[in-house]
T-cell receptor, first 114, second 110 residues
Framework: EAGVAQSPRYKIIEKRQSVAFWCNPI?????LYWYQQILGQGPKLLIQ????????DSQLPKDRFSAERLKGVDSTLKIQPAKLEDSAVYLC????????????FGSGTQLSVL | GEDVEQSLFLSVREGDSSVINCTYT??????LYWYKQEPGAGLQLLTY?????DMKQDQRLTVLLNKKDKHLSLRIADTQTGDSAIYFC??????????FGGGTRLMVKP
């Protein structure tokens, strides 16, 4: 079974530039998450999708971050414009959406904002 | 609140047992999880426990849950160098969203 795919693996940009990350979840997984993991910290949830609807985006900085999951499969996360403090690993995860909520994570995109 | 706290670092010798601890504040969580993260990789689910259980064993892994004290632990028996990684505990909350602790870095010395 293929895992959660993310691209790019690494991205270096200057502040105020834009960047986009892509995620392809495990086939059949209805729920998709984007997490931000700052160096030395645990992952922090940015947004959760159930199929193509948003379940929770309360911690998404909506003035600069946006995410979509068209057709309920792939998802993109965009930052525009980026700030220095956005440097982190952006992890995508997916799950079947059951009560026990076992998440499967991709390898992440490491973003460096200079 | 939904704080999840872990100690930062643990060092053990190969063959010894490792115990990684986690405390949390949200008593309404129904599932509690342990994830492992190796360098440059995403998080891998190791095991999880339902909140009405006290203990769960899975090969070398033993999870203990003390709901009264809101304390979760992960014991790794016969720790190997390949177990060196960062271990995160996580709890679920309303809407099946997970809150992660800050992670415990386990170093296994040969």
């Amino acid at each position: 079974e293929a895992g959660v795919a993310q691209s790019p693996r690494y991205k270096i940009i200057e502040k105020r530039q834009s960047v986009a990350f892509w995620c392809n979840p495990i086939s059949g997984h209805a729920t998709l998450y984007w997490y931000q993991q700052i160096l030395g910290q645990g992952p922090k949830l940015l947004i959760q999708f159930q199929n193509n609807g948003v379940v929770d985006d309360s911690q998404l900085p909506k003035d600069r971050f946006s995410a979509e999951r068209l057709k309920g499969v792939d998802s993109t996360l965009k930052i525009q414009p980026a700030k220095l403090e956005d440097s982190a690993v952006y992890l995508c995860a997916s799950s079947l959406g059951g009560r026990d909520e076992k998440l499967f994570f991709g390898s992440g995109t490491q973003l460096s904002v200079l | 609140g939904e704080d999840v706290e872990q100690s930062l670092f643990l060092s053990v010798r190969e063959g010894d047992s490792s115990v990684i601890n986690c405390t949390y504040t949200d008593s309404s969580s129904t599932y509690l999880y342990w994830y492992k993260q190796e360098p440059g990789a995403g998080l891998q689910l190791l095991t999880y426990i339902f909140s009405n259980m006290d203990m769960k064993q899975d090969q070398r892994l033993t999870v203990l849950l003390n709901k009264k004290d809101k304390h979760l632990s992960l014991r790794i028996a016969d720790t190997q160098t390949g177990d060196s990684a960062i271990y995160f505990c996580a709890i679920n909350r309303a809407g099946n969203m997970l809150t992660f602790g800050g992670g415990t870095r386990l170093m296994v010395k040969p």
